[in-house]
Each structure stands twice: as C-alpha cells, then as structure tokens.
C-alpha cells in the first residue's frame, strides 16, 4: 500500500476551505472542498472517494489542483459546455436580431428564417426566444403552435449534403 497524501492546511485556509463547503455556490465546489477537508484529516484517497462516491483518482486530482491554484482551482473552469448559437459577445448577432425584431415584432418563425439565411446559422424558434430573455431586446410574441418540424427537416438536409 502507498504512501497517504495529507493536504497540511494552515488555520486561514482550513477557514476558507469550511466557508466554501458550507456556502459555496455550486455543489461541485462545495464537493471539492469537501475532499481537500477530508484530505488534511489524514485519510486515504479511497476513504475519501467511498464518502463521496467517487473514484480515487478523482480525489488525487482534486487535491493536486488545490495544491498548485488553491481554492480557486476548486471552481469550474470557464468554457465549459458548448457555445450558444446567437452570441451575446458578438456585436454582428445583436444588431441583427435588434434589426429583424424592430421589422417583424410579432413573428418570431419569421425572424428565425431571415436570421438562419443572413446568419447562415441553423436555430429553433426556442433559441432566438431564449436570446431575446437574455439579452431584454424586446419581446417577439411566441408563436402559436410553434412547430419543430421545419427545424429538423432543414437540419436532416444540412446533415445529408
């Protein structure tokens, strides 16, 4: 059996480390806070990831991140996940969809049309909806009965060329 790894913690980290466990916002950060605690008590990778349902090397990389960054390695990382289709970082998509908006008010299928051809991007009427909520645009009246299907027939054809 190897050598057990102990996080030595000092008072002020050992603190910092119990506030994050108890309010961090995100449970994946109290987690990791809860393995560099578990960690400084001497226990073994194993006993750690039994209490926690994970693998040991997940601890092991937990607690090496900690080591190297402290407790801001702990966080998620940016970039994380995929892209958005409509960017609200990218002046070119806002000022076309404050454009097409201020042209048809009260169609979302149709802003979504003229967007996938201008844009040449590839988007459900959700999309453009949840865009508008984020960014506060303005409001595009959903519309009723709103169909996916001519999405997935473009997007099926797109695939297959």
Known sequence: ???TKVAELTAEQRAELEKGYRTGESHCFRTRCQVILLKSEKRTSVEVAAVL??????????????ETEGITGLATRAGRGRPPILSQQNPGHLKKVQDEIAKHPNSVK???????????????????KRFL?????????????????RWLKKEQKKRSS
Do not use: Q
């Not at 349902?53 to 900690?66: A, I, K, Q, S």
């Not at 149709?110 to 453009?128: F, G, K």
């Open 110 to 128: 149709t802003v979504v049309a003229v967007l996938e051809e201008d844009l040449n991007l590839l988007m459900h009427p959700e999309t453009l």
């Open 1 to 3: 059996m190897g050598k």
């Open 133 to 149: 909520k984020k960014t506060s645009i303005g409001s595009a009246a959903p519309a009723p009965g709103s169909n996916p299907g």
């Open 53 to 66: 349902g994970c693998c040991e090397m997940v601890v092991n990389n937990w607690l090496v991140r900690y």
